[in-house]
């Protein structure tokens, strides 16, 4: 290492006036010089308001925080701060540990000056989702002459952060609408079947019949709205999520947990749009179930039961199999069933007659070796079971199309 960077390493802007001060100290006191003591003695009293102002203007500050806030993955998440202090104080720096901020995003701020109450905004991207518990920060102070930084964390009331799985347009996924047989025994589509149970209204779209328009519901509106019926022939997707620790395989948000999440969410999405069911499993110590009804519009609650959804389950390799016949019995009118593995696992599940598996097939060593080139599929059909070979860099926009 050079000198120069040696220098710096270990001698610091305090350490320098130390010694300057010993030196002018020495030197004073063997030639009697007073402008050398009068030198000293400046020294000295930069020294103490170096140390001591820093301290007084970091004592009796208070920082408080609202108790929850919500953002998803790649958006903007405002963090917003109140802080309380005796009098005025400078030079004041906020700084908070956001595990689900970009890493190269500096998660502070810098308060020139603070008056004796502020508010503070600081926008964060977030890169993780999950669910976090904030309940400390830390406050830094260098006024007035920037030699000495003396640092405080505080303790404050915990404030619980939700961070959304992002959603991309994955394209409609093939879905079938019957489980009726060909003769060769694979599936094949047809048409909307008998209606059965009223479920509820919804907007009215190019195509519908007017039969189904609900002429009080309409007019209490001011548009028109239809109604829609639950029936066995109607689409429906059963998501299985692998929630097993030994399945996860690289570094969140970059892993292959993370990316089965993206792609859950994704469904979600497009089945909202094209009014159809979806249903949800996995098992962590926390089980992750539940459906979302073919009429649903509104995706934050399950986006949000996907947040707390962890890789954190048992890591038998026959467990996940028994959750996907487990789910296929809670949820017989499934007409496809979607499944993660990795490619280092071998294909265990076969669909039952009547269903068509999507197995979502996750090339694991991408996750380890990024930057390696690895051999991806997008649909290879055998019987009723399509394989997809995802990749960690693989762009998921438009997977089904």
């Given at each position: 290492?050079?000198?120069?960077?040696?220098?710096?390493?270990?001698?610091?802007?305090?350490?320098?006036?130390?010694?300057?001060?010993l030196a002018c100290f020495l030197i004073a006191w063997n030639r009697g010089l007073a402008l050398l003591y009068g030198m000293l003695a400046l020294l000295l009293a930069v020294l103490a308001m170096s140390y001591?102002?820093?301290?007084?203007?970091?004592?009796?500050?208070?920082?408080?925080?609202?108790?929850?806030?919500?953002?998803?993955?790649?958006?903007?998440?405002?963090?917003?701060?109140?802080?309380?202090?005796?009098?005025?104080?400078?030079?004041?720096?906020?700084?908070?540990?956001?595990?689900?901020?970009?890493?190269?995003?500096?998660?502070?701020?810098?308060?020139?000056?603070?008056?004796?109450?502020?508010?503070?905004?600081?926008?964060?991207?977030?890169?993780?989702?999950?669910?976090?518990?904030?309940?400390?920060?830390?406050?830094?102070?260098?006024?007035?002459?920037?030699?000495?930084?003396?640092?405080?964390?505080?303790?404050?009331?915990?404030?619980?952060?939700?961070?959304?799985?992002?959603?991309?347009?994955?394209?409609?996924?093939?879905?079938?609408?019957?489980?009726?047989?060909?003769?060769?025994?694979?599936?094949?589509?047809?048409?909307?079947?008998?209606?059965?149970?009223?479920?509820?209204?919804?907007?009215?779209?190019?195509?519908?019949?007017?039969?189904?328009?609900?002429?009080?519901?309409?007019?209490?509106?001011?548009?028109?709205?239809?109604?829609?019926?639950?029936?066995?022939?109607?689409?429906?997707?059963?998501?299985?999520?692998?929630?097993?620790?030994?399945?996860?395989?690289?570094?969140?948000?970059?892993?292959?947990?993370?990316?089965?999440?993206?792609?859950?969410?994704?469904?979600?999405?497009?089945?909202?749009?094209?009014?159809?069911?979806?249903?949800?499993?996995?098992?962590?110590?926390?089980?992750?179930?539940?459906?979302?009804?073919?009429?649903?519009?509104?995706?934050?609650?399950?986006?949000?039961?996907?947040?707390?959804?962890?890789?954190?389950?048992?890591?038998?390799?026959?467990?996940?199999?028994?959750?996907?016949?487990?789910?296929?019995?809670?949820?017989?009118?499934?007409?496809?069933?979607?499944?993660?593995?990795?490619?280092?696992?071998?294909?265990?599940?076969?669909?039952?007659?009547?269903?068509?598996?999507?197995?979502?097939?996750?090339?694991?060593?991408?996750?380890?070796?990024?930057?390696?080139?690895?051999?991806?599929?997008?649909?290879?059909?055998?019987?009723?079971?399509?394989?997809?070979?995802?990749?960690?860099?693989?762009?998921?926009?438009?997977?089904?199309?």
């Amino acid at each position: 290492m050079p000198l120069k960077e040696r220098i710096k390493q270990h001698l610091s802007l305090h350490w320098f006036l130390w010694l300057l001060a010993l030196a002018c100290f020495l030197i004073a006191w063997n030639r009697g010089l007073a402008l050398l003591y009068g030198m000293l003695a400046l020294l000295l009293a930069v020294l103490a308001m170096s140390y001591l102002y820093p301290l007084w203007h970091l004592r009796g500050i208070g920082v408080s925080r609202p108790r929850q806030a919500e953002a998803q993955v790649g958006g903007t998440l405002h963090l917003r701060y109140t802080l309380t202090h005796r009098h005025n104080a400078y030079h004041i720096e906020l700084t908070d540990e956001l595990p689900f901020a970009v890493e190269e995003e500096h998660p502070g701020h810098f308060i020139s000056h603070l008056p004796k109450r502020a508010e503070l905004d600081l926008p964060v991207t977030c890169r993780q989702r999950g669910v976090f518990t904030l309940s400390r920060l830390r406050l830094a102070c260098a006024y007035p002459f920037g030699v000495f930084r003396y640092h405080k964390t505080l303790e404050t009331r915990p404030m619980e952060v939700t961070i959304l799985p992002r959603t991309v347009a994955i394209g409609a996924p093939p879905m079938l609408t019957s489980r009726q047989h060909s003769v060769d025994g694979t599936i094949q589509t047809t048409g909307t079947g008998a209606q059965h149970e009223f479920a509820g209204v919804r907007e009215y779209r190019q195509g519908d019949s007017l039969r189904h328009i609900h002429w009080a519901a309409s007019a209490r509106h001011q548009e028109m709205v239809v109604k829609e019926y639950e029936d066995q022939d109607r689409p429906s997707l059963l998501v299985v999520l692998d929630q097993s620790a030994a399945a996860n395989i690289g570094e969140a948000p970059e892993s292959t947990f993370e990316t089965a999440i993206t792609l859950c969410a994704s469904v979600i999405r497009h089945a909202m749009e094209a009014g159809m069911a979806v249903h949800v499993m996995g098992r962590g110590q926390h089980e992750t179930r539940f459906s979302v009804p073919s009429h649903c519009r509104d995706i934050r609650p399950y986006l949000e039961q996907l947040a707390h959804a962890s890789a954190d389950g048992n890591d038998d390799e026959d467990a996940y199999p028994g959750l996907v016949h487990e789910a296929l019995a809670t949820f017989p009118q499934t007409n496809t069933l979607m499944t993660f593995r990795n490619r280092s696992r071998r294909q265990t599940i076969e669909p039952p007659p009547g269903v068509t598996l999507l197995d979502m097939e996750l090339v694991d060593e991408s996750f380890i070796y990024p930057l390696r080139r690895f051999e991806q599929s997008w649909g290879d059909r055998h019987g009723n079971t399509l394989t997809y070979s995802i990749t960690r860099n693989t762009a998921l926009e438009g997977l089904f199309r």
